[in-house]
Protein backbone atom coordinates (compact mmCIF):
# COMPACT_ATOMS: atom_id res chain seq x y z
CA UNK A 1 0.00 0.00 0.00
CA UNK A 2 3.11 2.30 -0.73
CA UNK A 3 1.65 5.76 -2.10
CA UNK A 4 3.60 7.23 -4.36
CA UNK A 5 4.46 10.92 -5.47
CA UNK A 6 1.52 12.36 -7.48
CA UNK A 7 -1.55 10.35 -6.29
CA UNK A 8 -2.05 12.85 -3.39
CA UNK A 9 -1.66 16.88 -3.89
CA UNK A 10 0.89 18.92 -2.50
CA UNK A 11 -1.33 20.80 0.49
CA UNK A 12 -2.64 17.77 1.73
CA UNK A 13 0.79 15.68 1.60
CA UNK A 14 2.05 18.21 3.44
CA UNK A 15 -0.87 18.25 6.11
CA UNK A 16 -0.01 14.53 5.98
CA UNK A 17 3.61 14.75 6.73
CA UNK A 18 2.84 17.45 9.23
CA UNK A 19 0.33 14.90 11.18
CA UNK A 20 2.77 12.08 10.76
CA UNK A 21 5.59 14.07 12.24
CA UNK A 22 3.56 14.69 15.31
CA UNK A 23 3.09 10.66 15.42
CA UNK A 24 6.56 10.45 15.47
CA UNK A 25 7.23 12.79 18.31
CA UNK A 26 4.93 11.69 20.43
CA UNK A 27 5.89 7.92 20.04
CA UNK A 28 9.59 8.38 20.32
CA UNK A 29 8.62 10.48 23.61
CA UNK A 30 6.10 6.78 24.25
CA UNK A 31 8.28 4.47 23.40
CA UNK A 32 10.97 5.84 26.38
CA UNK A 33 8.16 4.28 28.53
CA UNK A 34 8.19 0.54 26.33
CA UNK A 35 12.42 0.88 26.16
CA UNK A 36 14.72 -1.70 27.83
CA UNK A 37 17.68 -2.90 27.77
CA UNK A 38 16.26 -5.96 25.80
CA UNK A 39 13.39 -4.36 23.96
CA UNK A 40 15.68 -1.76 22.42
CA UNK A 41 17.74 -4.27 20.10
CA UNK A 42 14.47 -5.89 19.60
CA UNK A 43 12.75 -2.74 18.15
CA UNK A 44 15.65 -2.88 15.80
CA UNK A 45 15.04 -6.17 14.66
CA UNK A 46 11.41 -6.10 14.79
CA UNK A 47 11.69 -3.23 11.86
CA UNK A 48 13.93 -5.44 9.95
CA UNK A 49 12.19 -8.80 9.84
CA UNK A 50 8.69 -5.95 8.38
CA UNK A 51 11.50 -4.76 6.16
CA UNK A 52 12.10 -8.52 4.86
CA UNK A 53 8.44 -9.89 5.04
CA UNK A 54 7.63 -6.71 3.11
CA UNK A 55 8.99 -8.11 0.33
CA UNK A 56 6.46 -11.73 0.15
CA UNK A 57 3.99 -10.57 -1.63
CA UNK A 58 1.61 -12.94 -2.23
CA UNK A 59 -1.51 -13.77 -4.13
CA UNK A 60 -5.05 -12.60 -3.23
CA UNK A 61 -6.85 -12.55 -6.17
CA UNK A 62 -6.51 -12.47 -9.72
CA UNK A 63 -4.12 -10.35 -11.01
CA UNK A 64 -3.50 -8.76 -7.51
CA UNK A 65 -0.98 -9.29 -4.98
CA UNK A 66 -0.61 -8.24 -1.24
CA UNK A 67 2.29 -7.93 1.67
CA UNK A 68 2.69 -7.17 5.39
CA UNK A 69 2.02 -4.39 6.48
CA UNK A 70 3.07 -4.61 9.83
CA UNK A 71 1.73 -2.00 12.39
CA UNK A 72 -0.11 -5.17 14.58
CA UNK A 73 3.13 -7.04 14.63
CA UNK A 74 5.03 -4.19 15.12
CA UNK A 75 3.08 -2.71 17.85
CA UNK A 76 2.24 -6.22 19.75
CA UNK A 77 5.88 -7.21 19.62
CA UNK A 78 7.75 -4.49 21.21
CA UNK A 79 4.56 -1.81 22.14
CA UNK A 80 2.16 0.62 20.35
CA UNK A 81 4.54 3.65 20.36
CA UNK A 82 7.53 1.77 19.38
CA UNK A 83 6.03 0.54 16.77
CA UNK A 84 4.86 3.51 14.94
CA UNK A 85 9.01 4.14 15.01
CA UNK A 86 9.45 0.47 13.31
CA UNK A 87 6.98 1.36 10.86
CA UNK A 88 8.03 4.44 10.49
CA UNK A 89 11.96 3.57 10.06
CA UNK A 90 11.05 0.93 7.35
CA UNK A 91 9.26 3.34 4.75
CA UNK A 92 12.05 5.89 5.04
CA UNK A 93 14.35 2.76 4.50
CA UNK A 94 11.88 1.91 1.58
CA UNK A 95 11.94 5.57 0.17
CA UNK A 96 14.98 6.51 0.23
CA UNK A 97 17.38 3.85 -0.76
CA UNK A 98 14.62 1.73 -2.62
CA UNK A 99 12.18 3.96 -4.70
CA UNK A 100 9.20 2.50 -2.98
CA UNK A 101 6.42 5.03 -2.03
CA UNK A 102 6.94 8.42 -2.68
CA UNK A 103 9.70 11.51 -0.73
CA UNK A 104 6.62 13.41 -0.88
CA UNK A 105 3.91 10.81 -0.06
CA UNK A 106 5.77 9.69 3.14
CA UNK A 107 3.57 11.40 5.48
CA UNK A 108 0.90 10.09 4.10
CA UNK A 109 2.25 6.21 4.23
CA UNK A 110 3.41 6.82 8.00
CA UNK A 111 -0.10 7.87 8.53
CA UNK A 112 -2.14 4.86 6.63
CA UNK A 113 0.44 2.29 7.60
CA UNK A 114 2.32 3.40 10.80
CA UNK A 115 -0.25 4.75 12.78
CA UNK A 116 -3.71 4.31 11.38
CA UNK A 117 -2.38 0.17 11.69
CA UNK A 118 -1.00 0.38 15.11
CA UNK A 119 -3.85 2.38 16.61
CA UNK A 120 -6.56 0.35 15.04
CA UNK A 121 -5.14 -2.90 15.59
CA UNK A 122 -3.30 -2.17 19.18
CA UNK A 123 -7.07 -1.15 20.30
CA UNK A 124 -8.97 -4.25 19.09
CA UNK A 125 -5.59 -6.42 20.52
CA UNK A 126 -6.27 -4.80 24.21
CA UNK A 127 -9.92 -4.88 23.96
CA UNK A 128 -10.41 -8.32 23.27
CA UNK A 129 -7.55 -9.23 25.86
CA UNK A 130 -10.13 -7.37 28.32
CA UNK A 131 -12.88 -9.81 27.71
CA UNK A 132 -10.71 -13.42 26.93
CA UNK A 133 -9.28 -15.93 29.36
CA UNK A 134 -5.35 -14.47 30.28
CA UNK A 135 -3.92 -17.01 27.86
CA UNK A 136 -0.91 -17.58 25.24
CA UNK A 137 -4.08 -18.66 23.06
CA UNK A 138 -6.13 -15.53 23.32
CA UNK A 139 -2.96 -13.20 23.10
CA UNK A 140 -2.51 -14.89 19.27
CA UNK A 141 -6.61 -14.58 18.74
CA UNK A 142 -6.39 -10.68 19.60
CA UNK A 143 -3.57 -10.57 17.29
CA UNK A 144 -4.98 -12.10 14.54
CA UNK A 145 -8.00 -10.29 14.71
CA UNK A 146 -6.22 -6.98 15.24
CA UNK A 147 -3.91 -7.33 12.27
CA UNK A 148 -7.23 -8.86 10.00
CA UNK A 149 -9.25 -5.20 10.57
CA UNK A 150 -5.71 -2.78 10.80
CA UNK A 151 -5.45 -3.38 6.89
CA UNK A 152 -8.99 -2.79 5.65
CA UNK A 153 -8.72 0.37 8.18
CA UNK A 154 -5.65 1.78 6.78
CA UNK A 155 -7.15 1.02 3.43
CA UNK A 156 -9.86 3.63 4.54
CA UNK A 157 -8.16 6.25 5.87
CA UNK A 158 -5.91 6.19 1.96
CA UNK A 159 -9.26 6.76 0.83
CA UNK A 160 -10.31 9.71 3.00
CA UNK A 161 -6.84 11.16 2.38
CA UNK A 162 -7.72 10.51 -1.09
CA UNK A 163 -10.96 12.36 -1.10
CA UNK A 164 -9.99 15.32 0.44
CA UNK A 165 -6.39 15.80 -1.97
CA UNK A 166 -6.32 12.92 -4.92
CA UNK A 167 -4.99 14.29 -7.74
CA UNK A 168 -8.09 12.76 -10.59
CA UNK A 169 -11.38 12.97 -10.56
CA UNK A 170 -12.02 8.86 -9.86
CA UNK A 171 -15.64 9.31 -7.42
CA UNK A 172 -14.19 8.27 -4.14
CA UNK A 173 -16.95 5.91 -3.87
CA UNK A 174 -15.47 3.50 -6.80
CA UNK A 175 -12.22 4.09 -4.65
CA UNK A 176 -13.37 3.01 -1.93
CA UNK A 177 -15.35 -0.10 -2.88
CA UNK A 178 -11.95 -1.15 -4.60
CA UNK A 179 -9.47 -0.42 -1.55
CA UNK A 180 -11.46 -1.95 1.04
CA UNK A 181 -12.43 -5.03 -0.58
CA UNK A 182 -8.90 -6.00 -1.71
CA UNK A 183 -8.05 -4.94 1.26
CA UNK A 184 -10.05 -7.00 3.42
CA UNK A 185 -8.12 -10.37 1.67
CA UNK A 186 -5.20 -8.74 1.96
CA UNK A 187 -6.10 -8.26 5.48
CA UNK A 188 -6.34 -12.53 6.15
CA UNK A 189 -2.59 -12.88 5.01
CA UNK A 190 -1.57 -9.95 7.37
CA UNK A 191 -3.19 -11.72 10.41
CA UNK A 192 -2.10 -15.02 9.71
CA UNK A 193 1.36 -13.60 9.32
CA UNK A 194 0.76 -11.54 12.62
CA UNK A 195 -0.43 -14.42 14.18
CA UNK A 196 2.46 -16.91 13.60
CA UNK A 197 4.71 -14.60 14.69
CA UNK A 198 3.68 -13.73 18.00
CA UNK A 199 2.74 -17.31 18.88
CA UNK A 200 6.16 -18.43 17.65
CA UNK A 201 8.00 -15.82 19.69
CA UNK A 202 5.60 -16.20 22.94
CA UNK A 203 6.25 -20.43 22.58
CA UNK A 204 9.85 -19.55 23.22
CA UNK A 205 9.88 -16.16 25.13
CA UNK A 206 6.93 -15.11 26.35
CA UNK A 207 8.41 -12.26 27.95
CA UNK A 208 9.52 -10.44 25.40
CA UNK A 209 6.46 -10.26 23.74
CA UNK A 210 4.67 -6.36 24.82
CA UNK A 211 1.20 -7.11 24.26
CA UNK A 212 1.28 -10.53 26.59
CA UNK A 213 2.81 -8.78 29.43
CA UNK A 214 0.81 -9.05 33.01
CA UNK A 215 -1.47 -11.92 31.58
CA UNK A 216 -0.52 -14.88 33.27
CA UNK A 217 -3.53 -16.62 35.04
CA UNK A 218 -2.96 -17.18 38.97
CA UNK A 219 -2.88 -20.56 39.87
CA UNK A 220 -6.12 -21.68 41.41
CA UNK A 221 -6.22 -24.05 44.49
CA UNK A 222 -10.29 -25.05 45.25
CA UNK A 223 -10.66 -24.86 49.18
CA UNK A 224 -13.89 -25.70 50.47
CA UNK A 225 -15.47 -26.44 47.31
CA UNK A 226 -14.36 -23.10 46.31
CA UNK A 227 -11.43 -21.29 43.69
CA UNK A 228 -9.00 -19.54 45.11
CA UNK A 229 -6.40 -17.69 44.43
CA UNK A 230 -2.72 -19.92 45.50
CA UNK A 231 -0.24 -18.08 47.07
CA UNK A 232 2.36 -16.00 45.29
CA UNK A 233 5.95 -18.20 44.51
CA UNK A 234 8.74 -16.26 46.65
CA UNK A 235 10.60 -14.89 43.23
CA UNK A 236 13.78 -16.69 41.78
CA UNK A 237 16.31 -14.60 39.87
CA UNK A 238 16.57 -16.19 36.64
CA UNK A 239 19.88 -17.14 35.42
CA UNK A 240 22.06 -14.74 32.61
CA UNK A 241 20.21 -17.26 29.74
CA UNK A 242 16.82 -16.90 30.46
CA UNK A 243 17.38 -13.17 30.77
CA UNK A 244 19.92 -12.74 27.03
CA UNK A 245 17.74 -12.21 24.06
CA UNK A 246 20.81 -13.06 22.23
CA UNK A 247 19.46 -16.18 20.86
CA UNK A 248 16.16 -14.76 19.60
CA UNK A 249 18.20 -11.79 18.35
CA UNK A 250 20.07 -13.72 16.06
CA UNK A 251 17.62 -16.78 14.80
CA UNK A 252 15.41 -13.65 14.09
CA UNK A 253 17.57 -11.69 12.08
CA UNK A 254 18.81 -15.16 10.40
CA UNK A 255 15.04 -14.96 9.35
CA UNK A 256 15.01 -11.99 7.97
CA UNK A 257 17.97 -12.42 5.78
CA UNK A 258 17.02 -15.58 4.52
CA UNK A 259 13.38 -14.19 3.65
CA UNK A 260 14.21 -11.04 1.53
CA UNK A 261 17.53 -12.75 0.23
CA UNK A 262 15.99 -15.85 -0.88
CA UNK A 263 12.64 -16.66 -0.62
CA UNK A 264 11.54 -12.84 -1.95
CA UNK A 265 12.63 -14.51 -5.18
CA UNK A 266 9.46 -16.47 -5.41
CA UNK A 267 6.88 -13.60 -3.79
CA UNK A 268 4.26 -13.00 -6.53
CA UNK A 269 4.99 -10.05 -9.10
CA UNK A 270 1.15 -8.99 -9.17
CA UNK A 271 0.91 -5.34 -8.47
CA UNK A 272 -0.17 -4.91 -4.80
CA UNK A 273 -3.79 -3.71 -4.22
CA UNK A 274 -3.24 -0.40 -4.07
CA UNK A 275 -1.61 -0.48 -7.37
CA UNK A 276 -3.85 -2.87 -9.24
CA UNK A 277 -6.79 -0.46 -7.64
CA UNK A 278 -5.17 2.72 -9.16
CA UNK A 279 -4.27 0.99 -12.80
CA UNK A 280 -8.24 -0.42 -12.44
CA UNK A 281 -9.72 2.93 -11.38
CA UNK A 282 -7.31 5.46 -13.26
CA UNK A 283 -6.15 7.17 -9.92
CA UNK A 284 -2.50 6.78 -10.89
CA UNK A 285 -2.91 9.66 -14.28
CA UNK A 286 -0.34 11.85 -12.64
CA UNK A 287 1.59 9.63 -10.64
CA UNK A 288 5.15 10.82 -10.98
CA UNK A 289 8.58 9.39 -11.38
CA UNK A 290 10.14 8.64 -8.22
CA UNK A 291 12.83 11.24 -6.90
CA UNK A 292 15.69 7.84 -5.78
CA UNK A 293 14.46 6.03 -9.23
CA UNK A 294 18.03 6.11 -9.86
CA UNK A 295 19.10 4.84 -6.90
CA UNK A 296 21.49 1.32 -6.79
CA UNK A 297 19.03 -0.16 -5.43
CA UNK A 298 15.61 1.07 -7.02
CA UNK A 299 13.09 -1.56 -7.59
CA UNK A 300 14.65 -3.86 -4.86
CA UNK A 301 17.33 -5.10 -7.29
CA UNK A 302 21.10 -4.29 -7.14
CA UNK A 303 22.35 -2.27 -10.04
CA UNK A 304 24.21 -3.74 -12.81
CA UNK A 305 23.75 -7.14 -11.39
CA UNK A 306 22.27 -8.81 -14.12
CA UNK A 307 20.78 -12.18 -12.65
CA UNK A 308 18.13 -11.05 -10.99
CA UNK A 309 17.46 -13.70 -8.33
CA UNK A 310 21.16 -12.66 -7.21
CA UNK A 311 20.17 -8.95 -7.75
CA UNK A 312 17.12 -9.08 -5.62
CA UNK A 313 18.96 -11.09 -2.81
CA UNK A 314 21.73 -8.42 -2.39
CA UNK A 315 19.07 -5.67 -1.98
CA UNK A 316 16.73 -7.53 0.62
CA UNK A 317 20.31 -8.49 2.69
CA UNK A 318 21.63 -5.43 2.05
CA UNK A 319 17.95 -3.74 3.13
CA UNK A 320 17.38 -6.01 6.18
CA UNK A 321 20.87 -5.01 7.28
CA UNK A 322 20.44 -1.00 7.09
CA UNK A 323 16.97 -1.40 8.59
CA UNK A 324 18.52 -3.52 11.60
CA UNK A 325 21.45 -0.88 12.10
CA UNK A 326 19.28 2.13 11.71
CA UNK A 327 16.25 0.66 13.57
CA UNK A 328 18.30 -0.40 16.74
CA UNK A 329 20.55 2.71 16.55
CA UNK A 330 17.47 4.56 17.45
CA UNK A 331 15.77 2.52 19.56
CA UNK A 332 19.14 2.64 22.06
CA UNK A 333 19.03 6.52 21.45
CA UNK A 334 15.88 6.49 23.06
CA UNK A 335 16.99 4.11 25.25
CA UNK A 336 19.78 6.26 26.95
CA UNK A 337 17.60 9.18 26.94
CA UNK A 338 15.13 7.44 29.48
CA UNK A 339 17.81 6.31 31.26
CA UNK A 340 19.35 9.84 31.52
CA UNK A 341 15.65 11.46 32.14
CA UNK A 342 15.55 8.51 35.21
CA UNK A 343 18.96 9.50 36.54
CA UNK A 344 18.69 13.23 36.20
CA UNK A 345 15.36 12.77 38.17
CA UNK A 346 16.64 10.45 40.95
CA UNK A 347 19.69 12.54 41.25
CA UNK A 348 17.47 16.35 41.38
CA UNK A 349 17.89 18.11 44.80
CA UNK A 350 14.82 18.49 46.32
CA UNK A 351 13.85 21.87 47.03
CA UNK A 352 13.02 22.70 50.89
Same mark, same amino acid.
Given at each position: ?13 ? @?? *? ?13 ? =? ?18 ? +? ?9 ? *? ?12 ? $?? *???? /?? $? ?15 ? *????? /? ?48 ? !? ?10 ? %? ?7 ? @? ?12 ? @??? !? ?25 ? =? ?36 ? &? ?10 ? %? ?5 ? +? %? ?9 ? !? ?16 ? =? $? ?27 ? &? ?13
Amino acid at each position: MHVPDGFIDAPVSI @AA *GVAAAGAVAVSLRGA =RRELDERTAPLAGLVAAFIF +AVQMLNFPVAA *GTSGHLLGGALAAI $LV *GPYT /GV $LCVSVVLLMQGILFADG *GLTAL /GVNVSVMGVVTVVVAYAIFRGLLTVLPPTRRSVTAAAFTGALLSVPAAAT !AFTAIYAVGGTT %DVPVGKVFT @AMVGVHVLIGIGEA @AIT !AATVGAVLAVRPDLVHGARGLTAPLKL =RVAGELVDAPAPAAVPAPAAARSTRKVWATGLVTALVL &AGFVSFYASASP %DGLEKVA +A %DKGIDEKVEEH !AAADSPLADYSVKDVTDA =R $LSGGLAGVIGVGVTVVVGTGIFWAVRRRR &AEDLTATSTATPVA
